[in-house]
């Protein structure tokens, strides 16, 4: 419980909680805010243990602390039946079953003289159990949850139908014993499951969509009814088969000890299983042929229902005049988009002159580029004179008088090495 309520451990607190309610007139915020804490509590209690009921008995339970229960709980589950929170688990069922209507919209539906009468039913506790309201919205939607995704029996276009033990593993999800019963009772009250017995045994039909007809109807009746045939033929072929199998196996047994004659009975046993096998697996295969035709049949139909609303809603959306409308649009447009190109070119300003000076001193700019390459300069500013000097001299040093020199000198070279 510390981890539900922080004041749990705070006795002069607890102490003031546990007290009898005192009337509202006296300090009507400090009665509220009592009723307040206990019904927060019992909601956090619920959800942490996904209890959908209580009543009084279990709350003394749970919220006995140091030996004593509180005394104010008769008056808060009064409380949280009229603030909404709190429903006795009979009528809100009933609530539900009519019109889908909430619990709030049920009470007051009712009328002041219906209220009155039945008042000291629903509020003077006749009723033993109580809904906890949110923690039950809660455990319904989980539970819905769990059967979207649960394997089903057979899967309708707008709806699926599941068998019972598949419906009680869906409700395993509830940890509670008593609210998984209580659930499933929630959910067929509210008309989201609809139960069917067949063949002494129960089936459950979940509508996926709210717009359909929810009662199952003579479709849901002859697939449960093939399925159910086919199940029960395949078992009787299983139960054949291991017939088969046992007297073909004593057939060899006996062969082995040398008994001709019992053998020969034994086989004769054996063909005839496998002839009953034979006809029982055809049964099969045309019981499944008729099941897959039914449900070819309404993917067929859902086809031609979309068909059908695409065909209605282009017949809203084109019509003959739109096709005329089209080509005027198209002519208009590219007159439009003519009209703006010339436009634009009325709008642009073609200055000539101004062409021709740039032409010019474009001109002027690439002579002067020319002449920068041909004539290179080694000129170096604010340098060291010497070095100016230096590179004056190599400016003007004609390497075409060393032609001659480097000739002469590789000729003597030679002529030396020859003389040697």
Wanted: one cysteine or more; glycine letters at 4%; aromatic letters at 4%.
């Amino acid at each position: 419980m510390d981890a539900l309520c922080a004041e749990w451990e705070d006795d002069q607190r607890m102490n003031a909680l546990f007290a009898p309610v005192r009337s509202k007139q006296v300090n009507p915020e400090s009665w509220q805010s009592k009723i307040n804490f206990w019904l927060n509590l019992i909601e956090k209690w619920c959800d942490a243990n996904e209890v959908a009921m209580v009543d009084l008995s279990l709350l003394k339970k749970i919220f006995t602390r140091n030996g004593k229960s509180p005394h104010c709980l008769e008056d808060v589950l009064q409380e949280g039946v009229k603030s909404g929170d709190l429903a006795p688990s009979d009528a809100f069922l009933q609530s539900l079953s009519s019109a889908h209507q909430t619990w709030g919209a049920w009470m007051v539906g009712l009328g002041t003289g219906a209220i009155k009468k039945v008042g000291s039913n629903l509020l003077g506790y006749s009723a033993s159990n109580f809904t906890v309201i949110k923690t039950t919205n809660k455990l319904r939607a989980k539970v819905e949850k769990e059967l979207s995704l649960h394997e089903n029996y057979i899967s309708c276009r707008h709806s699926v139908i599941l068998t019972e033990e598949q419906i009680n593993a869906a409700l395993g999800i509830v940890n509670h014993d008593g609210s998984r019963n209580y659930i499933l009772q929630v959910l067929l009250a509210d008309k989201k499951l609809l139960q069917l017995t067949a063949d002494n045994r129960t089936f459950y039909k979940l509508t996926t969509d709210k717009n359909t007809k929810k009662e199952f109807d003579e479709i849901d009746r002859g697939l449960i009814r093939l399925k159910t045939s086919i199940e029960h033929l395949e078992l009787r072929s299983k139960q054949i088969e291991e017939r088969h199998n046992k007297e073909t196996s004593e057939v060899k047994r006996l062969m082995k000890e040398g008994k001709r004659t019992s053998a020969k009975a034994c086989l004769r046993k054996a063909k005839r299983f496998e002839a009953q096998n034979s006809k029982v697996l055809e049964q099969v295969l045309g019981l499944e042929t008729l099941f897959d035709e039914l449900m070819s049949a309404e993917s067929n139909k859902m086809l031609l229902d979309t068909y059908q609303t695409g065909l209605q809603t282009l017949k809203t959306m084109v019509n003959p005049d739109m096709l005329e409308k089209a080509d005027n649009t198209m002519s208009e447009l590219v007159e439009l988009i003519d009209l703006n190109n010339e436009i634009a070119d009325g709008l642009t300003i073609k200055d000539d002159s101004r062409d021709e000076e740039l032409d010019k001193e474009l001109e002027m700019l690439a002579k002067e580029s020319d002449e920068n390459i041909k004539t290179p300069s080694t000129k170096i500013e604010g340098g060291d004179p010497l070095i100016q000097n230096a590179l004056n001299q190599l400016d003007d040093l004609n390497l075409d008088d060393l032609d001659p020199l480097i000739a002469t000198q590789a000729t003597d070279a030679k002529n030396k090495v020859h003389a040697s």
